[in-house]
């Protein structure tokens, strides 16, 4: 698990998003819980090319709150690699944010991770939790 994690306002504009994915090496962001955005959402490099480039949307009139993905599928803390990973594979996402026991994000655990975790299965390593 990666604990940074990178969080946006739902009510900036997908270019701002775009600059701090740019700048911060990231390629999903963690969409805030506002007054008006009561749950947490996330906008992935995914959703850019699905939702913005294959349409032709110009990404300086979107704000982040009508391209981001909600509600959020999340792990515990103590969930194990093969558990993110098996549900990873079932819901087709890239992006799996890991949370405490109060919902809050905490970390993150991309499809690249696992290229390391693997890499440790080969050598004898075994599954952990996250915590």
């Given at each position: 698990?990666?604990?940074?994690?990178?969080?946006?306002?739902?009510?900036?504009?997908?270019?701002?998003?775009?600059?701090?994915?740019?700048?911060?090496?990231?390629?999903?962001?963690?969409?805030?819980?506002?007054?008006?955005?009561?749950?947490?959402?996330i906008v992935t490099s995914?959703?850019?090319?699905?939702?913005?480039?294959?349409?032709?949307?110009?990404?300086?009139?979107?704000?982040?709150?009508?391209?981001?993905?909600?509600?959020?599928?999340?792990?515990?803390?103590?969930?194990?690699?093969?558990?993110?990973?098996?549900?990873?594979?079932?819901?087709?996402?890239?992006?799996?944010?890991?949370?405490?026991?109060?919902?809050?994000?905490?970390?993150?655990?991309?499809?690249?991770?696992?290229?390391?975790?693997?890499?440790?299965?080969?050598?004898g390593g075994s599954d952990?939790?996250?915590?």
């Open positions: 698990m990666n604990d940074l994690v990178v969080f946006v306002d739902p009510e900036v504009t997908v270019t701002e998003a775009l600059k701090l994915m740019r700048r911060r090496y990231v390629n999903s962001l963690i969409v805030r819980k506002t007054e008006t955005n009561p749950e947490y959402g995914i959703d850019i090319c699905d939702k913005i480039v294959a349409h032709g949307r110009n990404p300086s009139e979107l704000k982040v709150r009508e391209i981001m993905t909600t509600p959020l599928i999340t792990v515990p803390k103590d969930a194990t690699v093969q558990d993110c990973a098996r549900l990873m594979m079932e819901k087709r996402i890239h992006h799996l944010p890991v949370v405490d026991e109060h919902g809050n994000v905490i970390g993150m655990i991309s499809a690249t991770d696992f290229l390391f975790i693997a890499e440790t299965m080969g050598h952990r939790a996250f915590s």
